[in-house]
């Protein structure tokens, strides 16, 4: 099983992007995926999922309205698009996989996702 997260990169504050995770040797449209990020010093958040089958959404708050997730499962790929970047949002972000199918605060759990991507660093320019 791999995640191969990709995409990142040095953006100015107010840019975007969008970052990808590519799955293989796994049924990518049976697993849940979610990102976390991983700032230098602090703990891993969470930031958004999204459930297999019905493509539900969750996200924190920090993400809320300027982070979207969205998956191709014809392509094995889930997607962070970010908004409106602020230096704040400098981290390394990760995707991850379960096959549960998780509502509300359950998706932030990270003990609940089995499958980790190697994490891709995102850094934002004031």
């Known amino acids: 099983v791999q995640l191969q997260a990709s995409g990142g990169g040095l953006v100015q504050a107010g840019g975007s992007l969008t970052i990808s995770c590519v799955a293989s040797g796994i049924t990518f449209s049976r697993h849940t995926f979610a990102w976390f990020r991983q700032a230098p010093g602090k703990e891993r958040e969470f930031l958004a999922g999204?459930?297999?089958?019905?493509?539900?959404?969750y996200y924190t708050d920090s993400a809320k309205g300027r982070f979207t997730i969205s998956r191709d499962n014809a392509r094995s790929t889930a997607y962070l698009q970010m908004n409106n970047l602020e230096p704040e949002d400098t981290a390394v972000y990760y995707c991850a996989a379960s096959t549960n199918r998780k509502v509300g605060t359950a998706f932030q759990v990270s003990s609940g996702y089995s499958y980790w991507g190697q994490g891709t660093l995102v850094t934002v320019s004031s």
């Open positions: 999204i459930n297999w089958a019905t493509s539900n959404t």
